[in-house]
């Protein structure tokens, strides 16, 4: 059954969704629909823009420092990461967002070893890669689901050092309602330059 329901939403999120200007480059470019109702103001993050759903709560103070110091030093971490900044809505959906501090490009290890510990990690059965470009920035994406949840990675900027992680956690009872804002926002993505 968890099969069943994660290929459906990865096919409606691939086919509905969003649309490919060239399936025959490494880096398709993928249009997300972006409805601009649905989102905050442009924010800023060092050198990454990106709009928030709307209603979303900045996690701050000690609940973000906390989050932080469990989020950099974890085990499970397959890179060096600084959170930079973390969002969370009512009903359990969160966004987190951050900076790699690798010295070299990372899109090489986006491997299979990757994608196993991405899988143990969340408990998951399976995770669904794609890349592509995303308003011109080469884009891994990891959609990882499991009982409670649906993961959807992206790897923004993949084959610069400058690179980024941005995570959109959503229930999975909840996915259907929440999908168009979560593309919205992945619309939004751009490096400022």
Aim: hydrophobic share 40%; net charge negative.
């Amino acid at each position: 059954m968890r099969k069943t329901t994660f290929l459906i939403i990865f096919f409606s999120l691939q086919n509905l969704n969003c649309s490919t200007n060239d399936n025959s480059a490494e880096f398709p470019e993928l249009i997300f629909k972006r409805n601009n109702a649905l989102l905050s103001s442009t924010l800023t993050f060092t050198n990454l823009a990106l709009s928030i759903p709307l209603d979303y709560e900045q996690l701050t103070g000690e609940k973000f420092s906390d989050l932080e110091k469990k989020f950099e030093s974890g085990d499970n971490n397959f890179f060096n990461v600084d959170l930079l900044s973390a969002y969370q809505y009512s009903n359990g959906q969160v966004i987190f967002i951050s900076k790699i501090l690798e010295t070299e490009k990372i899109y090489s290890l986006l491997n299979e070893d990757y994608e196993s510990g991405l899988i143990e990690i969340l408990n998951a059965s399976k995770t669904e890669k794609g890349q592509f470009l995303v308003n011109g920035q080469e884009t891994v994406q990891y959609i990882t689901a499991n009982d409670s949840f649906i993961n959807y990675r992206l790897f923004y900027n993949v084959k610069s050092k400058n690179s980024y992680i941005i995570d959109y956690f959503v229930p999975l009872k909840l996915f259907a309602k929440l999908q168009s804002s979560l593309e919205a926002s992945i619309s939004t993505i751009t490096i400022n330059k």
